[in-house]
């Protein structure tokens, strides 16, 4: 779904010219560490503690939750590291939030197709304000609001960007916003728009709908004029389904999958198939499909599933790969469409992020496990910044 590729420009919300795709934090990531402290990797752990060094934290360092091994978030650190300073076209941002995704569960375990090098700091995507501009800097200026997507050096309170690799967010976007929109629904907007061709009418099967993607793909499903098939496992996540759109609902744990689907469509099935949870669901899914459908694989939060390939035969469907990452460098104008598109659309009111829960910075480990047990419902963010104001 996401990876480390390179950069294209600056994108303004008031210009059409140029856009970024990934903020590679090559100093921000692996900095000489002062002090820090360890959590507990026997226990469920309801915070870190504070770093155990009181003169740690000077004007030189920040905080920064730290990766050391592929022992997962439980074996993740808080810890002091030195500020760096921008150097040519870099600026430095104060991160004000960082959105929590599937791949920082990954990329902590070393299961991840990015794999940086030890020591890091993760988390993908983040938002904040330009503190320091570096020689060479001509679009950004100190105080100017930007959303980063760094594919991990997000969890904590300053990084290095380079200029061009920053998306100018609009006053009417709030930072926490910003900082869990473009991932999670620049995925989305490409599976749908994209890949998946969606057109009114059309009838999409989005699986794990209640998640951060999956509550993307329903809004951008219903801004595209498609209707909405909300597959959950629990009731309570379904009900976040309904707020947000989803036309009709399945609760996979307790329904049979296909027998819904032929039930709700009158045995036609579906068009699309939204699948970003893999496992056991993938071969009911498909078997689903209208014939023409388009299975979107999207990511595998329950496992790879094993496909029998002459479903696709069967159903005249195609089985469509979905790599957000790799758009973003190799279809530019592309991807910078799908930017100006999200936004637009949140000026428009037509689509509602929210925020449903906030951790701070010194318990970004316990939003990743939430992550990796698949409790988390909507789009969960880690507030870097504790002098913002967030509400927690």
Known sequence: MFGRLPVTRLLSPATTTTVPTILLARRGAALPFISHTRISSSTSPTSFAKSSSSTARTMSSHQAIVCRNTQGWQALTLEAVKTPQPEDNEVLIKVGSAGVNFPDVLICEGKYQMKPAYPFTPGGEAAGTVTKVGPGVTHLKVGDRVAIM?????????????????????????????????????????????RGEVKPGDTVLILGASGGVGVAAIEISKALGAKVIAAASTPEKLEVCKKFGADMFINYSTENLKTKVAELTGGRGVDVVYDAVGGPHAEPALRSMAWRGRYLVIGFVAGIPKIPLNLALLKGCSIVGVFWGMFTAREREAFQADIQLLMKWYGEKKLKPIVTARYPLKDAPLAIGEMANRKVVGKVIVVCDSSSGAKL
């Open 150 to 194: 760094p594919g991990h050096g997000a969890f904590q309170e300053y990084l290095i960007a380079n200029e061009e690799q920053c998306i100018k967010v609009p006053d009417f976007m709030p930072t926490d916003i910003a900082a869990g929109l473009f991932f999670t629904y620049g995925t989305s907007l490409h599976a749908l728009k994209d």
